[in-house]
């Protein structure tokens, strides 16, 4: 019966998210990214909650804006976009920042969807 009460709690809860009831940022996902985020000191280089720079971009309100590389490429930080930053090593990195900085990180697949949608939150 727990069970049952948990999928009802969820499917009322995804109810409530879909129709701005709820914000983003009230959701149990986006805490257990930002607990994520902590346990791996993303906030010691990142700002999450203003623009601050710190020894890398804000990751605040980047969603979905374009990204100027090193290479002089523009891209826009889209999933794709964000998972690759948060794993990819050799990839080209943010205009203006050290390349060599944002560590090697290894994610689960859920680890790291968890996270790229507490960045598209905040
Ligand atoms: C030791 C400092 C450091 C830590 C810790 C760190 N990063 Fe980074 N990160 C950087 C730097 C510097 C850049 C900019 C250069 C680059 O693109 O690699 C960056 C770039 C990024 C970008 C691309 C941002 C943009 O403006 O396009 C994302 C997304 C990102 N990091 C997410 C994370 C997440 C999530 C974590 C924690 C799991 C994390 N970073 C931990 C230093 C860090």
Sequence with gaps: M???DKI???II?????STNYIKAQESPE?????????????????SLF???????????????????????????ADENYLKDAIINRNRATV???QD???PKYTFTEEEL?????TIKNL
Excluded: Q, W
């Excluded at 986006?30 to 994520?36: A, R």
């Excluded at 791996?40 to 280089?45: E, G, R, V, W």
């Design 100 to 102: 060599n900085l944002h």
């Design 2 to 4: 727990i069970a049952k």
């Design 113 to 117: 969807k968890i996270l790229v949608s």
């Design 50 to 76: 203003d623009k601050r720079r710190l020894v890398g971009p804000s990751l605040k309100g980047i969603y979905k804006t374009n990204r100027k590389l090193t290479n002089n490429e523009v891209k826009v």
């Design 30 to 46: 986006f805490e257990i990214g930002l607990e994520l985020m902590d346990k791996y000191s993303c906030s010691l280089c990142h």
């Design 8 to 10: 009802k709690k969820y």
């Design 95 to 97: 205009s203006g920042f």
């Design 13 to 17: 809860f995804c109810i409530l998210i």
